[in-house]
Each structure stands twice: as structure tokens, then as C-alpha cells.
């Protein structure tokens, strides 16, 4: 079994900073990408960035516009969300995504349980 577990959310002033965290842990082979996603109140779930583990491309929704950054840690299977000069409009859910292929090498689409940041003065 395979699974994601968040940290990092929580209540920040705009124009403030945080770093989510998310660590993937099982009977892991490969983790292919790993991603955050969010989801706004009564807004669809869009693609915040995503990253490609081996190599480390990266790419990010329209809206980051160089305000975050996403890193990961292979030793640690663990992806992070730099989030700098942090909007209203970045409230939201925040859900960490990875493709992973367990120990078998079934592949797995994971999301982890979200986690909530609000920015708000």
C-alpha cells in the first residue's frame, strides 16, 4: 500500500509566506510525478505544479506567475510547495497528486487528504 500524507497549511496575511510538504510512503518502486492541485470554494480543482522526480521538470499553473516554487527530495520521497507573496484568491484546498508504481509495479494515482490554506488579513 501506498499513500500521501500534507503539512504545511494553515492561516497567513496577504503577501505573506508557506511551504507545504508532502511525503509519499509504502511499498514504493518509483514515484514518477508528483503535483499539488487546489480547489477554491465552489471553483473547479486546477494544477498549481507538478514535477517530474527524475530530472526535475517542473511546470505551474498560469496564476503562480513566479510566486511559488515546487522542489522535491527523492532520498525523502517528499515534494514541497514554496509559497511566496500569497493572495486572497489563494485560498483554497490544497491537494498533493503523485504516479507511482509500487514494489509489484502496479502504478497508483494518489491524492493525498488536502490540506487548507487561507489568506486572509
Known amino acids: 500500500q501506498v499513500q500521501l500524507a500534507e503539512s504545511g497549511g494553515g492561516l497567513v496575511q496577504p503577501g505573506g509566506s508557506l511551504r507545504l510538504s508532502c511525503a509519499a510512503s509504502?511499498?514504493?518502486?518509483?514515484?514518477?510525478?508528483m503535483a499539488w492541485y487546489r480547489q477554491g470554494l465552489g471553483k473547479q480543482r486546477e494544477l498549481v505544479a507538478v514535477i517530474i522526480t527524475s530530472g526535475g521538470v517542473t511546470n505551474y499553473g498560469d496564476f503562480v506567475k513566479g510566486r511559488f516554487t515546487i522542489s522535491r527530495d527523492n532520498a525523502k520521497n517528499t515534494v514541497y510547495l514554496q509559497m511566496n507573496s500569497l493572495k486572497p484568491e489563494d485560498t483554497a484546498v490544497y491537494y498533493c497528486n503523485s504516479y507511482v508504481l509500487d514494489t509489484a509495479r502496479y502504478g497508483h494515482e494518489l491524492w493525498g487528504q488536502g490540506t487548507q490554506v487561507t489568506v486572509s488579513s
Open positions: 509504502g511499498s514504493i518502486f518509483r514515484i514518477n510525478t
